[in-house]
Structures are given as structure tokens and as C-alpha cells.
């Protein structure tokens, strides 16, 4: 299958169609990573996103690749930087080689960058990468514990990045060890002026409540 095969396919919307083929065809694999560096657009982002879904069903497939993505986070484009952190984030789960412990630090710098959107990611991703990198969960802890701090627009983007926090938290919970840290972190959301935000933390503690 060519790349004017998978324009075709992509033209049509079909990413779920075209990351199930592609999963048996190592080809259409090579033809969607030359695809990210498309002129056109809707091939671009229709190979990222359409590579991004093979990641998230069978990432042993692009894990060996894993170097293309980590180069996408000094990427100038947005998108194709978040669905890297997402592609990342997928491919701890199968990360033998620790590759993912190597570059911790490159991507969670991605936090500090000023874009809501781009620590947004990272944060979603974390809890899932929590339980792929047990030992490297102290760290993810501290990280998101920064939320507080890390530079946004504006306060309502911060209350937004610390509902995720809160989030990701839930995921893996019962394995952290510092329980009072990310507990009283919780607590002190119950007076974020967001109300979505508030009402994540006082679901928080409300079911840790009743797992005592």
C-alpha cells in the first residue's frame, strides 16, 4: 500500500479502518511515519493520529520506533508534539528497555512550556504511565504535585491542569507511597474557585473515605 493509498484511506476519516490494517502490514506502518512529514495536512495529522491508535491497541508495534516520537516533542507543531506525549505514554507499557526512564526529564519539561494544552497532556497521560513505571511513580507524584506552580495563562487554565492532577492521582492512588503529600494536596482543591475542580477533589476523598 502506497502513500497516495493511504491519502485515500485518510481522506475518508477512516483512521480506526486504516490502524487495523496497518497493525498487519508493517509497510503501511513505514508509509504512515513517512506520512507525519507530509506537506498536506490531512495526511499529516491522519498518520500522527492514525499511528497514535495502534499505539493505544498494540504498542509493541511502534514501540521500536519509540526514538521518532520522543524527537516530536521538540516538534513546532503542536499537534504532532501532543499526540506524541499520548503515543509515549502508550508505549511505556511495553517499554523493556527502559527508554521511557531515560527521557523522563525531557518529558515532563513539556510541563513548563506556558501551554495549558501541552501539560495537559502530559498530566492525562501520567496515572497511566504510573502503573507501566512503578518505580518511577515518586517522581510522577512530584511532578504532578507541581501543578500548582507550573506556568499558564491564567488561573482557570491552573485550576483546570490540577482537576487532571487530581485525576491522574485516582489512577494509581493505592501504589503511591507519600499518601499524606498527594492527600493534602486534594484537600486543599476543595477551595478552588473552579467547581469542577472542587468537585473532583471532594469525589477524591469522599471514596477514599469509604475504602477506610
Known amino acids: 500500500m502506497n502513500t497516495n493509498n493511504v491519502f485515500d484511506l485518510l481522506e475518508n476519516q477512516k483512521a480506526e479502518y486504516v490502524a487495523e490494517k496497518a497493525m498487519?502490514?508493517?509497510d503501511l506502518i513505514k508509509e504512515l511515519f513517512k506520512g507525519i512529514s507530509s506537506a498536506n495536512s490531512r495526511i499529516r495529522?491522519?498518520?500522527?493520529k492514525t499511528l497514535r491508535i495502534i499505539s493505544e491497541k498494540n504498542p509493541r508495534k511502534l514501540y521500536p520506533r519509540m526514538d521518532f516520537f520522543?524527537?516530536?516533542l521538540d516538534s513546532k507543531n503542536t499537534i504532532l508534539k501532543w499526540?506524541?506525549?499520548d503515543i509515549i505514554a502508550n508505549l511505556t507499557a511495553v517499554d523493556t528497555r527502559n527508554e521511557f526512564n531515560r527521557?523522563?526529564?525531557?518529558f515532563y519539561s513539556c510541563l513548563y512550556e506556558g501551554s495549558l494544552i501541552t501539560a495537559g497532556h502530559v498530566v492525562d497521560n501520567s496515572g497511566k504511565i504510573a502503573l507501566a513505571?512503578?518505580?518511577l511513580q515518586s517522581k510522577i507524584t512530584e511532578q504532578l504535585?507541581?501543578?500548582e506552580e507550573v506556568p499558564v495563562p491564567t488561573s482557570e487554565c491552573r485550576n483546570i491542569l490540577i482537576g487532571k492532577a487530581i485525576n491522574a492521582f485516582n489512577i494509581y492512588f493505592n501504589q503511591i507511597e507519600d499518601k499524606d503529600k498527594?492527600?493534602?494536596f486534594v484537600k486543599r482543591q476543595l477551595n478552588n474557585s473552579r467547581n469542577a475542580t472542587k468537585t473532583k477533589a471532594e469525589k477524591f476523598l469522599m471514596k477514599l473515605d469509604m475504602s477506610q
Do not use: Q, T
Request: charged share 25%; glycine share 4%.
Open 24 to 26: 498487519d502490514n508493517p
Open 45 to 48: 495529522f491522519g498518520s500522527a
Open 70 to 72: 520522543v524527537n516530536l
Open 83 to 85: 499526540i506524541a506525549i
Open 103 to 106: 527521557i523522563f526529564e525531557e
Open 133 to 135: 513505571k512503578p518505580e
Open 145 to 147: 504535585m507541581k501543578a
Open 182 to 184: 498527594v492527600i493534602s
